[in-house]
């Protein structure tokens, strides 16, 4: 008998009491709690999308919340199922759902590869610095010739006596003006391998030019150029398997967006549920409207479908069975039910809708924006018919090995 159950049996409810000390906190009460946290900062946060300012305030609210404390490398599938949770309650709560892309890259994307790539000194002593959330990681990509193109990149790093330097460019990375470090992504001269290079943005050699999307506005992005940058060789990362260690933790990133869209669809049906049982027209309560009620059942569909989706993808990852159809399949449905939501909303609530204290206008632009940061609907759409091909090819082999066998 262990020390648990034998007090338990002394004591009547010890047992309940140890059983709900033990129990780990659910998807939905982390999604709760980061709603709750989000939600008191919500002025502040219209005011850093409307201003073009990093939101600090909402930063620093999920950061006291644990947000960065939800990331575990020893448990990637339990991390997506509770850091998405986490950007639900952020995207339902603050109504700026763009700003969820800060955290993705700083923590899930950054921390993450670091955690599950670095020389151990180099974790711990990266991971103390991140994790307090007082400085930001910026995660590079990106270039100028195409995001798509992303696994091909013209950054370089070239062998400098015992290190390294990194010249290049990267385009339209989330955080970059504001970033104190970065994750940048690159070719070994060398040997044509895929890195990943930790930067200090101070560093000689670094810059950064700010760039003006039309959404997403509370978390900046910039283009950053590097000419001649010095590496410490500890700082190059994912030697050897670069390339499966950025496509793990993409897979992992596009599953996010399911977890933001329903946290955005599920704000925007309540707004528009609000609305239409309290709005009069023609002495009727638009609810009762037939036309309304469709669009009303078409933002919950949308909502259920993709909140189902990730749920289908978060239960294939924890099953270890592949989910890069699922993880696309998520991406690029997402974020298109969306701004189709949004829209709904927005007639349902006529002038109203087109307000800027509304808030609608802003969801509409930050869903066209997370739309395409991560990958575009086509480039989804590449990766979803590449495994239907592989599925297919699969189960015609099988099929003949069956015939050849009977
Ligand atoms: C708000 C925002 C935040 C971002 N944050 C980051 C970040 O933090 N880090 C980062 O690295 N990147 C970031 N990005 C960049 C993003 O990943 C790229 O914009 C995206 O991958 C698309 O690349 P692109 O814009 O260069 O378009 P391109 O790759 O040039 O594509 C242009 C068009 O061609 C289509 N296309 C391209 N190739 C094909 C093909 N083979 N078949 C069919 N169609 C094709 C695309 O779908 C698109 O319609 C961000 C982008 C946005 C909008």
Known sequence: MDTDTRSASLVPGVAAVLASARRPESAADIRARFERASAKVEQASRHAWTNRTFNKVLWDAIVAEGILDLIDAGDQAGTVANFGAALEGIAAGSGDPGFTIVPITHGLLGMGVIAEAAAPEVREQWLRRLSTGGEILAFALSEEHGGTDALRPRTTITRDGEDYRLDGVKWHITSAPVAD??????????????????????????????????????????????????????????????????????????????????????????????????????????????????????????????????????????????????????????????????????????????????????????????????????????????????????????????????
């Open 181 to 406: 470090v970065a994750l940048v992504w690159a070719k070994d001269a060398e040997n044509g391998e895929l890195v990943g290079v930790l930067v200090e943005t101070a560093s000689p050699g670094v810059s950064v030019t700010p760039l003006e999307p039309a959404g997403t506005r509370s978390a900046p992005v910039g283009r950053y150029a590097f000419e001649g940058v010095h590496i410490p060789h500890r700082n190059v990362l994912g030697r050897g398997r670069g390339k499966e260690l950025l496509n793990a933790a993409l897979r992992r990133e596009r599953i996010m967006a399911g977890f933001v869209g329903t946290g955005a669809m599920d704000r925007m049906l309540q707004h528009a549920m609000r609305f239409a049982a309290t709005r009069e027209a023609g002495g009727k309560v638009i609810a009762y409207h037939q036309h309304i009620q469709r669009r009303l059942c078409d933002i919950k569909l949308r909502l259920d479908s993709v909140r189902m989706l990730t749920a289908d993808a978060v239960a294939k990852m924890a099953a270890g069975q592949r989910y890069t159809l699922e993880a696309s399949q998520v991406k690029m449905t997402s974020m298109r039910a969306c701004m189709d939501a949004v829209t709904d909303t927005i007639q349902i609530c006529g002038s109203y809708g087109v307000q800027e204290d509304a808030g609608l206008y802003q969801m509409w632009l930050d869903a066209v924006c997370v739309s395409i940061a991560g990958g575009t609907e086509e480039a989804h759409r590449l990766v979803i018919m590449q495994e239907l091909v592989r599925d297919f090819a699969i189960r015609a082999a099988a099929e003949s090995d069956h015939a050849n066998a009977a």
